[in-house]
């Protein structure tokens, strides 16, 4: 089974950096870049398996959930947005 492109978009036109984090890329500080486009609404891809995933936003350092997205609880006391990548 091939990966899949899936598209992240975040609407935060006062953001200076978008960052993309998640269970994808093991939480990894350096994350993901999102790239500023018209509207302030800031995008990117990723090629991901079919799977479930956790992820949250990187914002100027706070952390932010996907307003799109459905929500889990974390060990951290707030929650995580989750994408489901089918086949």
């Known amino acids: 089974m091939p990966g899949r492109r899936v598209y992240f978009r975040l609407m935060a036109p006062e953001a200076e ?4 984090l998640g269970s994808f890329n093991d ?6 870049p999102l790239k500023r486009g018209k509207g302030g609404v800031w995008r990117t891809h990723i090629t991901l398996w079919p799977g479930t995933y956790e992820y949250r ?6 952390w932010r959930n996907d307003p799109e997205a459905e929500v889990v609880a974390n060990p ?3 929650h995580n947005s989750v994408r489901v990548v089918t086949a």
């Open 17 to 20: 950096t978008v960052v993309l």
């Open 27 to 32: 939480w990894n500080p350096a994350g993901r």
């Open 57 to 62: 936003f990187l914002v100027d350092g706070a």
């Open 76 to 78: 951290y006391g707030s």
